[in-house]
């Protein structure tokens, strides 16, 4: 059975960030994930776990400035000082968070700069991080990202993020395999999931299209793909990345069976 992660930065979005912690823990989640912690004071956030028993599991390197078009900056050259900042940061709220996956936002290739270029930095930027975060005991994580969310993404497909941590060659970089990017990139989930199980070392989910709950309505069988997680022996966390189409609470049917769900409802 899934071990269910809820995503704070897109789940109970009816409440201020702070009191989500409490939402989820109320659900039934007994860990939690989401994109930045650095808003907040990492003492803040470990008072939150600690109070209603959470496990974080899962945060990003920070990215860069979002709203100005940056998603991440590990493959961006000449902002490599940026990036080592930013992993330096990030396992400091890994230690104070006891948290031990951080992903590393890649970035979109700049206009007039040449792929492969992009990727061989990631290489070098990765092999520097990977090496500060083994001595904190943290795994770094790529994501492919679909085209039609991010075109022009560093790592674009499951293979990429292959290549890419085969040429890192760190035992503590590995694969974060999202079921929403994948469907909405390639298809073939299962396929995609086995062939890559060597470096797996999260699992994310949401329903296409609309990334919302990953119910029956959607094209993703979530029972099969729970089932066969369970058949591989996947015992991480599941993180819940999706927006739910109205209230939380009331979209949480489909995690019912997994013992998710308003406690009395």
């Known amino acids: 059975m899934p071990r269910l992660a809820a995503n704070l930065s897109m789940m109970f979005g009816e409440v201020p960030f702070l009191d989500r912690f409490a939402a989820a823990a109320a659900c039934g989640f007994g860990a939690v994930e989401y994109m930045l912690p ?19 599991v899962l945060f990003n390197a920070a990215v860069g400035d979002w709203e100005r078009g940056d998603r991440g900056i590990g493959a961006l050259p000449g902002r490599e000082s940026e990036f080592r900042r930013a992993v330096e940061t990030a396992l400091d709220y890994a230690s104070a968070l006891a948290c031990r996956r951080i992903h590393v936002m890649s970035g979109v290739c700049p206009a007039g700069t040449n792929l492969d270029r992009c990727r ?28 039609f969310d991010f075109p022009g993404y560093v790592i674009d497909r499951p293979e990429t993020a292959r290549r890419v941590i085969e040429a890192v060659g760190a035992a503590n970089v590995g694969l974060q395999y999202d079921f929403y990017h994948a469907q909405m990139t390639h298809g073939r989930l299962l396929e995609g999931l086995e062939e890559n199980w060597a470096i797996i070392r999260h699992i994310q989910v949401s329903g296409v299209p609309g990334r919302h709950e990953p119910d029956d309505s959607q094209e993703i069988n979530f029972p099969l793909v729970f089932s066969t997680l369970d058949a591989l022996g996947y015992e991480g966390w599941v993180g819940c990345e999706y927006v739910p189409r109205g209230t939380t609470d009331a979209g949480l049917g489909w995690a019912a069976p997994y013992g998710i769900g308003r406690r009395g409802a």
């Open 38 to 56: 650095y808003s907040y004071r990492a003492e803040e956030l470990k008072t939150r776990l600690d109070s209603h028993g959470l496990t974080q």
């Open 120 to 147: 061989e930095l990631l290489v070098r930027n990765l092999q520097w991080a990977a090496e500060a975060a083994a001595s904190a005991g943290v795994t770094l994580l790529l994501e492919p990202l679909n085209p």
